[in-house]
Nanobody
Framework: QVQLVESGGDLVRPGGSLRLSCAAS????????MGWYRQAPGKERELVAA???????NYADSVKGRFTISRDNAKNTAHPQMNSLKPEDTGVYYC??????????????WGRGTQVTVSY
């Protein structure tokens, strides 16, 4: 049983910054991949940034150069640092992780989301 908890969402002005956090807890072997998605009102959920297998990172074109995702393996957390925020960054941000429960079994989990609002 694994739980993902997001935090850090807030109301900020355009050009401001936020740092989100996703923490995984429970009993598991290791994290395979972990990423952040967002869903704006009336739009489809999209991938924002993610750690892939092997520790490489992927970013949506819309956030490259502004967002940086980092992780703390010891604490099983991932932190998107979001700079130069734009109104179109507004949405609910969700953490997703594929986690190795054992050496041969992996499962995917979603957090409940944290609201990010960029507005004057």
């Amino acid at each position: 049983q694994v739980q993902l908890v997001e935090s850090g969402g807030d109301l900020v002005r355009p050009g401001g910054s936020l740092r989100l956090s996703c923490a995984a807890s429970g009993r598991f072997s290791s994290i395979n991949t972990m990423g952040w998605y967002r869903q704006a009102p009336g739009k489809e959920r999209e991938l924002v940034a993610a750690f892939t297998t092997g520790g490489s990172t992927n970013y949506a074109d819309s956030v490259k150069g502004r967002f940086t995702i980092s992780r703390d393996n010891a604490k099983n957390t991932a932190h998107p640092q979001m700079n130069s925020l734009k109104p179109e960054d507004t949405g609910v941000y969700y953490c997703n992780a594929n986690i190795w429960i054992t050496y041969s079994i992996n499962r995917s989990y979603w957090g409940r989301g944290t609201q990010v609002t960029v507005s004057y």
